[in-house]
């Protein structure tokens, strides 16, 4: 079984699929020539595949996008288990600290290096290895793979698409099974059971050009903004028992010039972003914004600039923004994942809800009654085999880093779990 992962791995690695954000052709087709190498292999195992082209609702991509889904059908199951991934990755970025080709799928000292090892062409080849051996060994089987090549982007022609078309086609399905990456150093001491979600805006300050030195011709922009981005990041959004809980952030800022030191610029401008729990909607957050800088904290109150703070431009990307998912902690596969990964590492997994936003978000839209769960591979590309961390831990080898990887024998260990999940999941 696992030299089975491991080959699928390396030929989906050999394939250059980083996101393409400019119409080229050719990287397009890499995509799709990825997700056909997942469906020829399937249907060795005697899956049925259909490939779904998607394209428009994204000015700055308007490119046909390729999806595939694959589904094994056996039997007679009761349940629809949908396991959902990507062979899209993200740019290299700085190549010459790559200690081999990213795109070279080299297995060194019990790792397979390249970019989507971790995030996440190792998970998906370990789920279609996984569906080979339940073919041999299971009667009733019910289970589709989603595969896209838009999620680490745009995400606008991928999954949500796909779901649509399914939910038109009235597929039930009962509960889906995200192979994102999901516990930070060893394999299956994490589950998430939800994401939260995302926010992204904009802070505008205008003030008046001027002199520096000459107060009283100018209105700083920057002063108020900075006073203003104060004031929400001290805000505490967290409520009892979240974990993660909502937080705030200030992710970049643009305002003068640093070749005009005595010039006060007009405008000043700050984009933030917000990660945020069940407990808030993108409406209730914008609106808790606007009050914190109308009717500011008390110690702010006397603040000479403080008018100014009340008059700041607050914009939301509220079309934009992805909700949070929760699933409870009580249904069919939670039960069958927690039991499957209690076997592996001999203790309960931690259920949460951290990490980024990941294609998870988009089921309940469509599917609201379906569990989703996430279980892949270590986030930070896992531990040598006597548990040791590898050398340059935590800066290189993780998802979106240098030196991507994964370890061989979580290859071996994800494909075995997975199909002990779908085996249990179809005959708890
Ligand atoms: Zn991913």
Redesign the pocket.
């Given at each position: 079984m696992t030299s089975e992962t491991l080959r699928l791995a390396q030929k989906l690695i050999r394939m250059d699929t980083t996101t393409v954000i400019d119409g080229n052709k050719a990287g397009l087709l890499v995509v799709e020539d990825c997700l056909y190498e997942l469906a020829s292999h399937a249907e060795r195992s005697g899956a049925t595949w259909s490939m779904m082209r998607f394209q428009g609702g994204h000015e700055k991509w308007p490119y046909p996008v390729s999806n595939v889904v694959v589904t094994w059908k056996k039997g007679n199951p009761k349940q629809h288990l949908c396991y959902m991934g990507?062979v899209d990755v993200v740019p290299v970025g700085e190549k010459s600290q790559w200690n081999t080709d990213p795109f070279g799928a080299e297995v060194k000292d019990g790792f397979l290096y390249g970019r989507g090892a971790t995030?996440?062409k190792g998970s998906v080849a370990a789920f279609f290895a996984a569906m080979t051996e339940v073919m041999k060994t299971q009667d009733h089987v019910h289970v589709s793979a989603i595969i896209t090549g838009d999620?680490?982007w745009a995400a606008v022609n991928g999954t949500a698409k796909v779901l649509a078309e399914l939910k038109d086609k009235r597929i039930p399905i009962d509960a889906f099974l995200v192979g994102?990456?999901s516990s930070p150093n060893a394999l299956g001491t994490h589950v998430k059971s939800g994401r939260r979600g995302s926010l992204v805006g904009r802070l505008v300050s205008e003030g008046t050009q001027g002199h520096a030195a000459y107060a009283g011709t100018f209105k700083n922009p920057n002063a108020v903004l900075l006073l203003a981005a104060e004031i929400l990041n001290g805000h505490d959004f967290s409520m009892e028992g979240e974990s993660p809980s909502t937080n705030f952030e200030i992710v970049a800022l643009n305002s003068g010039s640093f070749d005009a030191s005595a010039v006060i610029p007009a405008k000043a401008e700050a984009l933030w972003n917000i990660r945020f729990t069940q407990n808030w909607s993108p409406n209730t957050l914008v609106e808790k914004l606007r009050d914190l800088l109308t009717y500011p904290p008390e110690a702010y109150k006397n603040h000479p600039l403080i008018e100014d703070v009340k008059k700041l431009r607050l914009v939301a990307n509220l079309h934009s923004a992805s909700l949070p998912y929760k699933t409870p902690n009580e249904c069919d596969l939670y039960c069958v994942v927690t039991f499957a990964l209690e076997r592996l590492q001999n203790k309960e997994p931690t259920i949460d809800m951290d990490g980024g936003t990941?294609d998870g978000r988009f089921v309940q839209r469509f599917y609201p009654e379906a569990e989703v769960l996430e279980f892949g591979p270590p986030e930070r590309g896992g531990l040598n085999d006597d548990g040791s961390e590898p050398e340059g831990y935590m800066q290189e080898g993780g998802?979106h880093q240098v030196n991507e990887r994964i370890s061989v024998k979580d290859l071996d260990e994800l494909t075995k779990a997975y199909a002990r999940i779908v085996s249990l999941y179809h005959n708890p």
């Open positions: 990507h995030d996440m999620e680490e994102e990456p990941t998802m």
